[in-house]
């Protein structure tokens, strides 16, 4: 029988090993409290693969060119956690304000959106904002919207491409009547339908690399993402978000999160409890 892989199999040299490998291709900043988080995300795929241990595993990594396996680890330690309306009190500042006032400025213009959601995990977020934006646009189908959602993993852009959510995962944060309106059930899982589904264009992207596929946007999503950035990353993320967003638009980030201290040229806009963030003067250069 294989030995249990443990935690301790993770000395400091495999720590470090994994820590250099996620920095240089996913940015994300492990500091030394992350070793039992790297081990447990790292087991499953440790045995999977049929390795006796992680350690095991981080040795077939140190041996390879960077391939399959490498991609799995990386996907697996960076958290993906998300929900549905997550915090609520964003979307309800889409809905109530922002998105009203984007249409109203741009009804007599370009009748165009562009919203963009960099780190849209396994989709809910993304769909929320196409949720929102088919209850507040009421003839959304003379209007070109642009959604666009990406994320670094590739495996949680084809998750969320297929639209097919758990249970649990519909449980949380979506509201009920929502449910009833854009998801058919299929057993035990809901499939989202097509009206909402087609309104989300999703790729791979690394926010720390060349924005190739973003155009300039009214809406940004970054939201809890950043935490897991040095405040270097941090910072070129910022600057480039400034670059890609219209001046009247907004960059929307985590309940916990804030340009404060990170970049300056972001003005603070409040609606309601949710705070925004709009490019000041001089951004965009
Ligand atoms: C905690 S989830 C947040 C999901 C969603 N934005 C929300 O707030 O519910 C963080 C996401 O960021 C992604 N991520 C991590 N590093 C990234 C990077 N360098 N570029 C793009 N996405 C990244 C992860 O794959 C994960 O899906």
Redesign the pocket.
Known sequence: MRNRTETSDLTQADFDFVRTLVKQH???SLDDSKGYLVSSRLLPIARGRGFESVAALITHLRSRPHGKVHTDVL?AV??????FF?DFHPYEALRDQVIPDLIRKRRESTRMLSIW??????G??PYSVAMVLRQVIPDIDTWTIQLLA????GA?VERARKGVFKQLEVNRGLPAHLLVRYFDQHGASWWLKDEVKRMVTFFQ????REWTRIPQVDLV?????LI??DVETRRRILRKVRRHLRPDGFLVM?AAETTLSLDDSFRRVQFGRAAFYQPGEGSGQ
Do not use: P
């Not at 959601?117 to 396994?122: D, E, I, L, N, T």
């Not at 992207?205 to 720390?208: E, G, H, I």
């Not at 999503?221 to 993402?225: K, T």
């Open positions: 996913s940015s994300i996907e960076a958290t993906t956690e998300t929900s997550r959601s960099g780190a849209c995990s396994s809910q977020e990406s994320d670094f993993s949680m992207q690394n926010l720390d999503f970054l939201r809890n993402v897991y950035f985590g």
